[in-house]
């Protein structure tokens, strides 16, 4: 296993990391629930749920079950002048759980492909009324590390400033005041005065409804989203949400733009879609963006990714949605939500914690500084969860079918990386 581990810190780059000197990483032999086996045979539960995708855990035998099957079949096929039966009925699972505006489904590889096909379908509908090329958002978001989606992630405390001057300029609104309930006067009086200025310039809003993901893990009122749209019907704009991060039950409603009622034009999904299985994204549109984008010059909307509709994907994220609605998520989130409440309050007593915030099945501790990533690693994994700290944010996202004690598990260990690093 050491050489194995070797070869890998010399040569296999992972995602954030220096190939000159990276970070430690642990050899996982196999997953199945909620836990990771690492090398040597401990087992841990896994508190990111793969970074957010694998609700259901791993080796589900329903979800193995639909991969097998597919596999007697087809594992994939181009999506160009052919179609397949997966697709299709995912496509109407997609468009039954979603808002009835929503009519159009374009399949993606992955979220930032995702948001990439988005920000195509704003730009070629808008081609046609005006030139519109510019994007509004808000501070504080991420969108994927492609460029269409790093431009569109935070400029100054986002992943991506490296590539200031690369990307296309976007205009972005502050961050929206934290936590369900704040005032958002001051917001949205410096929002609509934002937008009332580039009007003629923008094409689209975009935005994480409800919770910000990798760029903060910020809970946000769900009033922001009922202005956006004001102000994107107001001027002409369409409004797009990207729900990869909280679509399928993560903050406590199926979808995060619930918490609002509010329905955009173009919508993002992704993560969960497939359980973690394999990667699928896709966008869904109404049917007027539908028709600006198809009756525009080039008659057709620019994008084709040769994994596009993925057999096997499609066939693992039907099961994995049917599993979702038939195992009653909404209870399991909501149980979830109480225990992470409980367990990680004391680490609101901590001095160097400056935040404890839980939404749905989503758990975060925001220390006052930045912190050692692998301390705090570390000291979960003593307690026997698997955590992935970032910057000043020690979180969970757990999957869905974790236990009471697991979730109690995870809490603790959270508060222990939390006194190690924040006490």
């Known amino acids: ?119 195509k379908m704003c730009l070629q509908y ?70 009332e200025r580039h009007a003629e310039e923008l094409a689209a809003i975009i935005v994480e409804p409800v919770l910000q993901g990798a760029g903060g893990m910020r809970v946000y009122p769900p009033e922001c989203l009922r202005l956006l749209r004001n102000l994107a019907d107001k001027h002409g704009l369409l409004l797009v949400f990207d729900e990869i991060a909280t679509g399928f039950g993560r903050t406590g409603e199926l979808f995060a733009m619930h918490h609002a009622g509010v329905v955009p034009d173009v919508l993002c999904v992704g993560k969960a879609l497939t359980g973690g299985y394999l990667t699928l994204a896709a966008v869904l549109c109404t049917a007027e963006v539908a028709r600006g984008v198809s009756d525009g010059e080039g008659g057709a909307l620019m994008h084709g990714p040769t994994f596009m509709a993925n057999p096997l994907a499609c066939a693992v994220a039907l099961a994995n949605l049917d599993l979702l609605v038939d195992n009653d998520w909404r209870t399991n989130v909501k149980r979830i939500e109480a225990r992470l409440l409980e367990g990680l309050a004391p680490c609101a007593s901590l001095p160097g914690v400056a935040d404890v915030r839980v939404l749905g099945a989503v758990g975060v501790v925001q220390t006052r500084e930045q912190f050692d990533i692998e301390t705090a690693t570390a000291a979960a994994l003593e307690h026997g969860v698997w955590i992935r700290p970032f910057r000043d944010l020690i979180y969970t996202m757990p999957p869905y079918i974790c236990t009471d004690d697991d979730v109690d598990a995870i809490t603790n260990a959270i508060c222990a990386a939390a006194e190690k690093v924040a006490s």
């Open 1 to 119: 296993m050491s050489e194995r581990l070797d070869f890998d810190r010399a040569h296999v780059w992972h995602p954030y990391t220096s190939m000159t000197s990276p970070g430690a990483v642990r050899l996982v032999e196999s997953a199945s629930g909620a836990r990771l086996r690492l090398s040597g045979g401990r087992e841990v539960v896994d508190a990111m749920s793969s970074w957010w995708c694998a609700i259901h855990g791993y080796r589900h035998p329903t979800l193995d079950a639909a991969a097998r099957a597919q596999l007697e079949s087809m594992s994939h096929v181009m999506f160009g002048g052919l179609t397949h039966e997966p697709a299709i009925r995912l496509a109407q699972r997609l468009i039954d759980l979603t808002p009835p505006r929503l009519q159009h489904v374009f399949f993606a590889d992955s979220g930032s492909v995702s948001v990439e096909v988005a920000i």
């Open 126 to 195: 808008q081609r046609n009324r005006g030139r519109r090329i510019r994007l509004l958002t808000i501070r504080g978001g991420y969108h994927g590390d492609t460029f269409g989606a790093m431009s569109v992630c935070d400029p100054v405390d986002g992943m991506h400033q490296l590539f200031a001057g690369a990307l296309a300029e976007q205009v972005f609104a502050p961050r929206p005041p934290a936590g369900l309930e704040a005032d958002v006067t001051e917001w949205a009086r410096e929002t609509a005065e934002l937008v």
